[in-house]
Nanobody, 122 residues
């Protein structure tokens, strides 16, 4: 089992920044890819970004490319999501997830955190 705990969410104004963290514990050697997803009210959960633990290869949704940066600290078993130039459309609950391979699909990830709320106000 892998346990994932997100933190860093909050309320920010349009154009502001936040950094989310996802701390992993348990059988972390099973983690190959870490992803960030988000879910806005009334919408399906969607892919935001992903990173491979070993090589650090990154992937982004088009909607966040150039504004968000995913990174990892292997020594701390922690993945980060730096979010800049936030827009109202970024308001959602953000989840981190662990999976055996890169994918943009929710079903491909085995373990999930509880989520952290990000609210962007104008």
């Amino acid at each position: 089992q892998v346990q994932l705990v997100e933190s860093g969410g909050g309320l920010v104004q349009t154009g502001g920044s936040l950094r989310l963290s996802c701390a992993a514990s348990g059988r972390t050697f099973n983690m190959i890819v870490m992803g960030w997803f988000r879910q806005a009210p009334g919408k399906e959960r969607e892919f935001v970004a992903a990173i491979t633990w070993s090589g650090g290869t990154t992937y982004y949704a088009d909607s966040v490319k150039g504004r968000f940066t995913i990174s990892r600290d292997n020594a701390k078993n922690t993945v980060y999501l730096q979010m800049n130039s936030l827009e109202r459309e970024d308001t959602a609950v953000y989840y981190c997830a662990s999976g055996p391979r890169y994918s943009r699909y929710v079903s491909s990830y085995n373990y999930w955190g509880q989520g952290t709320q990000v609210t962007v106000s104008s």
